[in-house]
């Protein structure tokens, strides 16, 4: 995963944090952590393709949250910047080099044996077990990332720097 992703979910909790109903430009919002502001309006045009942020062009344009935190997941703010692809690709390197096995000729079957297989075997019996675990462990990952709102990762923040709201808000005013 990116560190693209860190930036857009510290920008969305920043924010949240910033004087409501103003737009806060990428500059500013790299400014505050010391990031490259062009990479990290990248991220926020990604978002704002998603819908998780609104984007105002001109000289007091910039972003805002398009919804409530609440209403945000962790998985919506990965899946915008990072896409909709999985983590993991099997490129079936089992089949390759000195000990690779082409794929074996699948044997037929009547309707009724398939069937009766279930469905692990009736899919693909050859299919790669690496590639099963990984899959159910991404959709794991994946619940847990769409479980997780904004909202309770802005809580979070708070409990551990209650005065960082107020500083983005007094740093955002001088700046």
């Known amino acids: 995963m990116s560190e693209g992703v860190e930036w857009a979910l510290h920008?969305?909790?920043?924010?949240?944090?910033?004087?409501p109903?103003?737009?806060?430009?990428?500059?500013r919002l790299a400014?505050?952590?010391?990031?490259?502001a062009a990479y990290l309006n990248?991220?926020?045009?990604?978002?704002?393709r998603a819908g998780i942020v609104t984007s105002t062009p001109g000289p007091r344009g910039g972003f805002r949250l398009a919804r409530p935190l609440a209403d945000i997941?962790?998985?919506?703010?990965?899946?915008a910047v990072e896409g909709p692809e999985e983590a993991f690709r099997c490129a079936e390197i089992r089949r390759r080099g000195p000990g690779g096995e082409p794929p074996?000729?699948?044997?037929?079957?009547s309707a009724e044996s398939a069937e009766s297989a279930g469905p692990a075997q009736s899919a693909d019996s050859a299919d790669c077990a690496i590639a099963h675990a990984m899959a159910r462990?991404?959709?794991a990952w994946r619940r847990a990332l769409a479980d997780q709102d904004l909202d309770g990762i802005r809580r979070q923040a708070e409990r551990q720097a209650p005065e960082a709201p107020e500083?983005?808000?007094?740093?955002l005013a001088a700046h």
């Open 137 to 139: 462990a991404e959709l």
């Open 31 to 36: 400014a505050w952590h010391d990031l490259p």
């Open 73 to 79: 997941s962790l998985m919506d703010v990965v899946a």
């Open 21 to 27: 109903g103003r737009a806060v430009s990428a500059a």
């Open 11 to 19: 920008s969305c909790v920043n924010l949240a944090w910033s004087v």
């Open 167 to 171: 500083r983005l808000r007094a740093w």
């Open 104 to 109: 074996a000729a699948e044997p037929a079957q």
């Open 42 to 48: 990248k991220q926020l045009q990604a978002l704002a």
